[in-house]
């Protein structure tokens, strides 16, 4: 008997992902992707979003559950989107509601994108993961989950673990410190002070990928924005970890290729806040699915 198959939708600030998953290999296939500013602007994102899953599923008519993953909260019954600060067009949208009433017979999931990248780690993780563990991802923002007893903490409402919107430095909450964006403003602000070598340009013009490369070539400025954001980033973590008193900590999303420079100054704050007994038995994993969570997330939300 041939292993089911879900269609994964990892939507974000920056793109939306989707395609085919076999729920035993974790295989994609049909893969596609959109950037999600064009959708924003047209003014009727999820009729943009039907019209790709519609291409979908008419290529793949046996599939009869999707689920998608959404960069926010989402209300108590997990059908409508309430608060998505990166496209908030969707807030107060009946999503799956208006879904399941386009594509009669198939069954919709939502989630918050973190939670659901979550679970793909759980479920199609290279390596086989504690039953209680949390999860952040790095990418336009900051998101959170906790997977406790091999299940989703959601908290009194729904919308538990959301680290990017605590309180850090400067007055702000962590992912105005260290979001996509404000990283590079960090990055850029830094190198307008910086006098020693470096490769980075002084034009205002750094990207993520040039901050990882000098950072592999141990450009010093470039590793001193990470120490920085491990620095910021270790701080909130320690909220969390003597709150939920979880000792396995997984780091994914599209900027955790930065982890083995963001690493060191973590440990030190962890160190620095933590008990003993939270401190002594703690690990720290970069997550394995990379840029795939989002969407084997998604799909393992139809499990």
């Known amino acids: 008997m041939a292993a089911a198959e879900y269609l994964g939708i990892d939507i974000g600030g920056t793109n939306v992902k989707m395609g085919i998953v076999n729920s035993e290999t974790g295989q994609i296939s049909n893969f596609y992707s959109h950037d999600t500013v064009s959708w924003r602007k047209s003014g009727h994102f999820e009729d943009r979003l039907a019209e790709a899953i519609a291409l979908q599923l008419l290529d793949h008519k046996h599939i009869k559950k999707v689920g998608i993953g959404l960069p926010g909260m989402i209300d108590s019954t997990r059908r409508t989107p309430i608060e998505i600060t990166a496209i908030p067009e969707l807030d107060r949208v009946p999503l799956v509601d208006l879904l399941e009433k386009k594509f009669v017979g198939v069954n919709f999931y939502l989630e918050n994108d973190a ?8 479920y199609f993780g290279e390596e086989r993961i504690d039953e209680s563990y949390i999860f952040i991802t790095l990418g336009t923002g ?10 989703v903490f959601t908290g009194g409402r729904g919308n538990a673990m959301e680290p ?23 990055a850029n602000n830094m190198r307008k002070e910086y006098t020693g070598e470096t490769q980075l340009p002084d034009d205002g013009s750094i990207s993520t990928t040039g901050l990882v490369a000098a950072a592999a070539d141990n450009d010093k400025l470039a590793l001193q924005v990470f120490e920085r954001v491990g620095e ?11 709150i939920l008193d979880i000792n396995l900590i997984l780091i994914g999303g599209g900027l955790s290729a930065s982890f083995d420079y963001i690493l060191p100054s973590m440990k030190r704050k962890l160190n620095q806040w933590l008990t003993k007994y939270h401190a002594s038995d703690l690990t720290i994993k970069r997550a394995t699915l990379g840029n795939d969570a989002g969407l084997l997330g998604a799909a393992s939300l139809c499990f």
């Open 142 to 151: 900051v998101g959170g989950a906790a997977i406790i007893g091999k299940k």
């Open 115 to 122: 939670n659901a990248a979550a679970l793909g780690e759980f």
């Open 164 to 186: 990017g919107h605590t309180p850090s430095a400067n007055g702000k909450v962590l992912e105005r410190n260290i979001g996509k964006n404000e990283l590079l403003d960090l």
């Open 232 to 242: 910021l980033l270790g701080e909130n973590l320690c909220h969390l970890v003597a």
